[in-house]
């Protein structure tokens, strides 16, 4: 038996001295300033149910006969509307006798105004169930009205993430909602999250509840073809960026503090093991496939005259996974101290070769990585090339602030400082 014991005792010593010892994955590491405050312990996977498969949207008239539904707001944007997309919902509500009426004034990249307008039309219609047919823009604003046409007495900001927002949990029942994603970047599909531009801070922020994710998310891959080439590249700068951050976000366990209550448990958790599989599947699928075909929010929010190309709107518009990109390089290079292994594996995964790299360098290997993918797709050089100069960068500073739900999840403590410089070494890329 003490034979055995002390086999147990070596191995689990073995398995200590081989784990990741770097200040965001080990046990002794937490950003919670005192012990007395408890951290996390938990995660939870909260996200829609998903069907894929080509030409699945046919089946969307089906499902909302089997939900009972008998008065259906359709939401889109004015440029999906006369696309295939669209008009494939519509025929399979028509084959299903499902009565319904279209929505069309979605605004890419959507702001608190154009929330609130979504917001009466749903009021005003009565509907007993949704399909939100379009990218995240599209998704985010049919959520927000299917949320607020169910809260009758709600006020706009009753929902809207703290600071800048009440944050209030939501207790009401929601109606049904079918997504219907036109690209193949945001996830919003699977996301009790809706994010938009709040025009009086010049800010992105956003709603986030469990209790906003869609019942179903119709993954056609068929919608796809639409996508203008821009719009590809962006997208694909969603799932680049997004994957990167979840890889090397705080642990969920090291969080704090924990909810009192799991009704309060937020949708941005930090990294955790399922999170890990797919982040990292998710950054091959994007090295060998898009060459081929938190600060974000500020430099979307704040556009000037920037329009991007391929992007048919009738406003200056930076979009979300271009916002995201451009200071990618920076911010990895700044976070890769706090757990160097996850940045070195990242960028092996893209590309680089790291037989030789040294722990120290993961931040600039990781970045040197990223800048030869972006220069590659042809992405615009920094901040500047798409409106920006170092007089912007106090703003851009004070608009990141606010975006607590997402940057405390970084695994790097920041001060405003350390933001200024970011953004900085942000302005140019190659």
């Known amino acids: ?65 089997n939900m009972g539904a008998r008065n259906v707001c359709v939401m889109t944007d004015k440029n999906l509307a006369s696309l295939p997309p669209v008009q494939a919902v519509i025929d399979s509500l028509t084959k299903s006798s499902i009565n319904f009426c279209l929505y069309d004034k979605v605004r890419v990249e959507p702001t608190d105004t154009s929330f609130i307008d979504a917001i009466q039309f749903a009021k005003s219609g009565s509907f007993d169930a949704y399909v939100a047919v379009g990218g995240g823009s599209v998704m985010d604003t049919c959520k927000a009205a299917n949320l607020y046409a169910s809260s009758p007495d709600a006020e706009f900001l009753d929902y809207v993430n703290a600071p800048i927002g009440k944050g209030k949990p939501v207790t009401a029942t929601l109606k049904p909602l079918i997504a219907v994603p036109t690209t193949s970047g945001t996830g919003s599909e699977t996301t009790g999250i809706a994010i938009f531009d709040y025009e009086e801070l010049k800010a ?38 997004h994957s990167l951050e979840s890889y090397t976000a705080i642990p969920y366990n090291m969080r704090s503090p924990s ?101 120290k360098d993961a931040g600039l290997i990781l970045a040197d990585t990223l800048r030869k993918f972006l220069f590659d797709l042809n992405v ?7 409106g920006y100069s170092t007089a912007d960068i106090p703003a851009l500073v004070k608009g990141t602030l606010p975006q607590e739900r997402v940057t405390k999840l970084s695994p790097r403590q920041h001060t405003e400082e350390d933001l200024s410089k970011l953004f900085e070494a942000s302005m140019k890329l190659y």
């Open 204 to 241: 992105k922020t956003g709603i986030g509840s469990r209790a906003i994710k869609p019942t179903l998310g119709l993954i056609d891959p068929e919608h796809t073809l639409h996508m203008p080439e821009r719009v590809v590249a962006n997208s694909g700068f969603d799932v680049l960026c």
């Open 1 to 65: 038996m003490a034979a055995g014991r002390d086999k147990v005792i070596h191995l689990l010593k073995q398995l200590h001295r081989a784990s990741c010892r770097c200040p965001a994955h080990s046990h002794t590491y937490s950003q919670a300033p005192s012990s007395q405050i408890t951290t996390e312990y938990a995660f939870e996977m909260a996200v829609s149910n998903i069907r894929y498969g080509e030409g699945v949207t046919k089946e969307v008239g089906m499902d909302l006969q």
């Open 380 to 386: 615009d050089d920094g901040l500047a090339a798409v």
């Open 259 to 359: 909810p009192t209550n799991p009704i309060n448990r937020p949708a941005y958790q930090g990294s955790n093991p399922i999170s890990d599989v797919w982040a990292k599947h998710a950054l091959r699928i994007v090295a060998k496939y898009l060459k081929r075909h938190g600060m974000s929010y500020p430099i979307a929010g704040m556009v000037k005259k920037y329009r991007a190309k391929d992007y048919n709107v009738d406003h200056p518009i930076v979009p979300h996974g271009l916002s995201v990109v451009l200071t990618s390089p920076a911010v990895f290079t700044f976070t890769a101290a706090m757990c160097p292994e996850r940045h070195l594996e990242a960028a092996e995964i893209l590309g680089a070769d790291v037989r030789t790299a040294k722990m």
